[in-house]
């Protein structure tokens, strides 16, 4: 076990009572014998009791960090010794890959898996990274551990071309690729090894849950309020984009420093707040021009404000902070080099999630392509 081994005895003892509690209740959700765990349980459960930080809802390669490791959770019913699982999908480029066969297609997956997974790391200062397994089998859960590896393009081989998609592998691992849902998978493989946590089903949860219900005063879970305690913010222009071609403009927001009417510095970018954002929100940002804690992934505070006409700009103090981190270390564009949409849907993403901690402190997240579209229907 290449993470969960290093762990204090108290913290995974503590992770294998919260399984062992919650998949007990399975009879709330199905009367088989194979333990329910839903994927997002487990990786809160997982976060909790290893006090990882909680990448889930970012949608990027991981779902989890602890120290340097990035870690990706998966929860799957044992179908035997091997299993096949989705680790990316590709809708943005469905039509490209659909146009591609054989060996420009794999290369092409494994291009943009592999940039996806060094966009992660560089987005949480992650160096090694695994993949942390639970199998539910008949009343037992199997957890192992394997490695998170890049596509080796140099050993890719037995690729299997069909209607319905690709399959192929390198040294290392076996991939398939499906077609209508842009989707690639990986097999997994359930080593002898595993940890085997034997799981008692009861019979009736329902008694134990009201019994527990009519013993503690409940507490209300504190809701996520859009423009209480988060905003998403695109990375792209409203005004130059039209339907189904968003463009990130070539003289403004984080291509600023391309624009024109005086010498400007290399790095001043911005990202833009639309103007609805405001009307819609009055009091979630700060007042213009006034400075701010702003927590990148990394764990880094950078100095930050709201700038420009209609406070349409979020920036930080110094500017080049924010290219610095966003452009350089976590884009890796040299400088000089215009920010395009395509940059962005390689890696997954279009837009970010600005988290209000306090009225001083703010959280900046990656968020999926079409993430702004789907907040600006929903809550603008």
């Given at each position: 076990?290449?993470?969960?081994?290093?762990?204090?005895?108290?913290?995974?003892?503590?992770?294998?009572?919260?399984?062992?509690?919650?998949?007990?209740?399975?009879?709330?959700?199905?009367?088989?014998?194979?333990?329910?765990?839903?994927?997002?349980?487990?990786?809160?459960?997982?976060?909790?009791?290893?006090?990882?930080?909680?990448?889930?809802?970012?949608?990027?390669?991981?779902?989890?960090?602890?120290?340097?490791?990035?870690?990706?959770?998966?929860?799957?019913?044992e179908?035997?010794?091997?299993?096949?699982?989705?680790?990316?999908?590709?809708?943005?480029?469905?039509?490209?890959?659909?146009?591609?066969?054989?060996?420009k297609?794999?290369?092409?997956?494994?291009?943009?898996?592999?940039e996806?997974?060094?966009?992660?790391?560089?987005?949480?200062g992650?160096?090694?990274?695994?993949?942390?397994?639970?199998?539910?089998?008949?009343?037992?859960?199997?957890?192992?551990?394997?490695?998170?590896?890049?596509?080796?393009?140099?050993?890719?081989?037995?690729?299997?071309?069909?209607?319905?998609?690709?399959?192929?592998?390198?040294?290392?691992?076996?991939?398939?690729?499906?077609?209508?849902?842009?989707?690639?998978?990986?097999?997994?493989?359930?080593?002898?090894?595993?940890?085997?946590?034997?799981?008692?089903?009861?019979?009736?949860?329902?008694?134990?849950?009201?019994?527990?219900?009519?013993?503690v005063?409940?507490?209300?879970?504190?809701?996520?309020?859009?423009?209480?305690?988060?905003?998403?913010?695109?990375?792209?222009?409203?005004?130059?984009?039209?339907?189904?071609?968003?463009?990130?403009?070539?003289?403004?927001?984080?291509?600023?420093?391309?624009?024109?009417?005086?010498?400007?510095?290399?790095?001043e970018v911005?990202?833009?707040?639309?103007?609805?954002?405001?009307?819609?929100?009055?009091?979630?940002?700060?007042p213009?021009?006034?400075?701010?804690?702003?927590?990148?992934?990394?764990?880094?505070?950078?100095s930050?404000?709201?700038?420009?006409e209609?406070?349409?700009?979020?920036?930080?103090?110094?500017?080049?902070?924010?290219?610095?981190?966003?452009?350089?270390?976590?884009?890796?564009?040299?400088?000089?080099?215009?920010?395009?949409?395509?940059?962005?849907?390689?890696?997954?993403?279009?837009?970010?999630?600005?988290?209000?901690?306090?009225?001083?402190?703010?959280?900046?997240?990656?968020?999926?392509?079409?993430?702004?579209?789907?907040?600006q229907?929903?809550?603008?």
């Amino acid at each position: 076990m290449i993470f969960i081994s290093s762990q204090p005895d108290n913290s995974k003892k503590l992770y294998f009572n919260y399984l062992k509690a919650i998949c007990s209740l399975s009879k709330l959700f199905s009367d088989s014998e194979i333990p329910y765990l839903y994927y997002r349980v487990a990786e809160n459960i997982f976060c909790k009791s290893f006090n990882a930080d909680n990448f889930s809802r970012d949608d990027l390669a991981f779902d989890a960090k602890k120290n340097n490791i990035g870690i990706g959770l998966k929860t799957f019913t044992e179908k035997g010794k091997y299993t096949t699982e989705k680790i990316a999908e590709f809708n943005a480029f469905s039509k490209e890959l659909r146009s591609l066969d054989n060996t420009k297609l794999v290369l092409r997956l494994s291009d943009l898996r592999n940039e996806r997974i060094r966009f992660a790391k560089r987005t949480y200062g992650v160096e090694n990274s695994i993949y942390h397994c639970i199998a539910r089998g008949k009343n037992i859960l199997k957890i192992f551990e394997t490695n998170y590896e890049l596509i080796d393009k140099n050993a890719i081989r037995n690729i299997k071309y069909s209607t319905a998609g690709v399959q192929f592998n390198d040294a290392k691992n076996e991939y398939c690729f499906n077609f209508s849902k842009s989707t690639l998978y990986k097999k997994f493989e359930i080593p002898v090894n595993s940890i085997d946590l034997p799981i008692q089903i009861l019979d009736d949860p329902y008694e134990l849950i009201l019994t527990l219900f009519k013993k503690v005063d409940v507490i209300q879970p504190i809701s996520e309020i859009p423009g209480e305690n988060y905003i998403i913010l695109p990375l792209y222009s409203l005004r130059e984009s039209k339907k189904g071609n968003k463009v990130v403009a070539e003289k403004s927001g984080l291509n600023q420093w391309n624009a024109g009417g005086r010498k400007r510095d290399i790095g001043e970018v911005y990202i833009p707040i639309p103007i609805q954002i405001h009307k819609s929100f009055p009091n979630f940002l700060p007042p213009r021009d006034k400075s701010f804690n702003f927590h990148i992934p990394t764990g880094e505070i950078l100095s930050a404000k709201v700038c420009q006409e209609n406070s349409k700009a979020l920036m930080t103090n110094p500017n080049n902070a924010l290219s610095d981190w966003l452009l350089r270390k976590v884009l890796k564009l040299k400088e000089g080099k215009l920010l395009t949409y395509e940059n962005l849907k390689i890696l997954g993403i279009d837009s970010v999630r600005i988290t209000k901690i306090d009225k001083n402190n703010f959280k900046i997240d990656f968020t999926k392509i079409d993430s702004y579209d789907e907040f600006q229907e929903n809550y603008l």
